[in-house]
């Protein structure tokens, strides 16, 4: 597994903000720019999401509420999603600092 932080390839700061911009149709789209020297930095459109405490909601949204075949079934890959996220989240963090990269 690849970790990376965002960094900014002006300042070389580690200090992003994320603006999320969401269009009815379009895909969620998120610019990156740095808080220091206030230069954009990346762009990335997500086909899906998953914010973690929000609830299954946010997961629906992302997925297209409505085109699933059963609450059954959505409701099970919602409950997938909410457990390997906080995994992967946790490896990744155990990966930066095994990479002595501070968090």
Not at 36 to 65: N, Q, T
Not at 74 to 93: N, R
């Amino acid at each position: 597994m690849e970790v990376h932080r965002q960094q900014c390839q002006k300042c070389k700061s580690f200090n992003m903000r994320n603006i999320l911009v969401r269009n009815p149709g379009e895909q969620q789209m998120v610019y990156v720019y740095c808080v220091d020297c206030r230069e954009f930095v990346a762009l990335y459109k997500l086909r899906d999401y998953y914010h973690h405490g929000k609830g299954i909601e946010s997961y629906l949204r992302s997925h297209g509420a409505g085109e699933v075949e059963s609450g059954r079934h959505m409701l099970a890959d919602f409950k997938e999603v909410q457990e390997s996220t906080v995994e992967g989240f946790e490896k990744v963090i155990e990966q930066l600092k095994k990479e002595g990269k501070d968090t």
